[in-house]
């Protein structure tokens, strides 16, 4: 498993190697017994979307939700590309990765502010920065070839911008190769779907988690909410010894190298999310003992989240 850092500095992992959870968070909820109570390129490819302008009507009521399905938006990733819809209806929405290439890719999509465009990001991450505040990750999955994954997330009216930022066996980043395209989402007419209520919430602060607890084995569902103003985070599922815990693995954790890969292997992962943002995301899990902790670096080159709280530790039973 390859990680990048947050601020301006895109390129210090070189990829995912496969499916993981993420988890950032430190302190134990009280509910949750196990927890530890430890504290570029040639060539660029991107789509123009002209922004809706702004209007001075006042803001309509807050819609009713109903409880329905949300709508599924399949983003099918090549090598050389991403076939995704130019436009998308605001609303509850399950973003779909397909990897239609021949080798793993990943999926992270931005929300882009007021001012700024899609070419805007594509500059940012061809000149192997990471955008700043004005476009912050709504989240991120992985898959290997003819496989997918996907996360739902809430998408308001704006320009969004998707892309694959890791990199290929070659070490060439993906979204050198046009991996990369922009959308917009419009206003939605229909009602507003209600988040599922059969879920396990977790809030991410910094740097603290909340709502972790033991799981039954299999798929379990989780609606995380980043309660931080300045911070991404994520959460990593990571496998334990016998009689290994947490704080033995991730006490006082040290990145191998800046652009190092991960010494483990995590089960799952759940993450991009940016700042005040709120994702969905399904994982499975077998019987085992896991550490759940967030390893995104405090500035840079930074102190891994976990070193400041963000760990915890928990049973998955049958």
């Known amino acids: 498993m390859h990680i990048r850092f947050n601020t301006r500095y895109l390129w210090w992992v070189t990829g995912l190697a496969g499916m993981f959870i993420v988890a950032c968070g430190g302190s134990a909820p009280p509910a949750a017994p196990t927890v530890a109570a430890t504290s570029v390129p040639p060539t660029t490819v991107v789509v123009t979307v002209t922004p809706v302008p702004p209007t001075t009507t006042s803001a309509p009521a807050a819609m009713e939700q109903v ?6 938006v399949v983003f099918r ?8 819809p130019e436009s998308i209806p605001a609303g509850l929405t399950t973003i779909r990765l397909q990897n239609d290439g021949t080798v ?3 999926l992270v999509v931005f929300d882009i502010d007021e001012g700024h465009t899609v070419d805007d990001v594509a500059r940012e991450l061809t000149g192997q920065f ?10 991120e999955v992985s898959a290997e070839p003819g496989e997918s994954n996907e996360w739902t997330v809430r998408l308001e009216k704006g320009l969004y911008a998707a892309t694959d930022w ?7 980043p993906h979204v050198a190769r046009g991996v990369f395209t922009g959308f917009e989402v419009t ?15 977790i809030e991410l602060g910094d740097f603290f988690f909340t709502g972790l607890q033991d799981l039954p084995a299999g798929r379990n569902t989780f609606r995380l909410v980043n309660l931080s103003d300045e911070q ?3 959460l990593l599922f990571v496998p334990l010894g016998d009689g290994q815990t947490v704080v033995d693995m991730f006490g006082d954790y ?8 991960l010494d483990f292997e995590p089960a799952a992962e759940i993450g991009w999310i940016g700042p005040g943002q709120e994702v969905e995301y399904s994982v499975d899990l077998d019987p085992g003992n896991y550490a759940v902790v967030c390893l995104l670096p405090d500035g840079h080159p930074g102190t891994p989240h976990s070193n400041l709280g963000m760990l915890g530790q928990i049973t998955v039973s049958e």
């Open 67 to 72: 409880e329905s399905e949300p709508a599924v």
């Open 232 to 234: 991404d985070h994520m």
């Open 130 to 139: 990471w955008p700043e505040s004005w476009a912050p990750a709504i989240g």
């Open 187 to 201: 206003a939605s007419e229909g009602p507003e779907i209600a988040w599922d209520s059969d879920v396990i919430e």
């Open 166 to 172: 890791t990199v290929g066996p070659d070490q060439v």
């Open 77 to 84: 990733v090549t090598d050389r590309s991403i076939e995704a």
């Open 254 to 261: 040290v990145y191998e190298r800046v652009g190092g890969t």
């Open 104 to 106: 793993p890719h990943s």
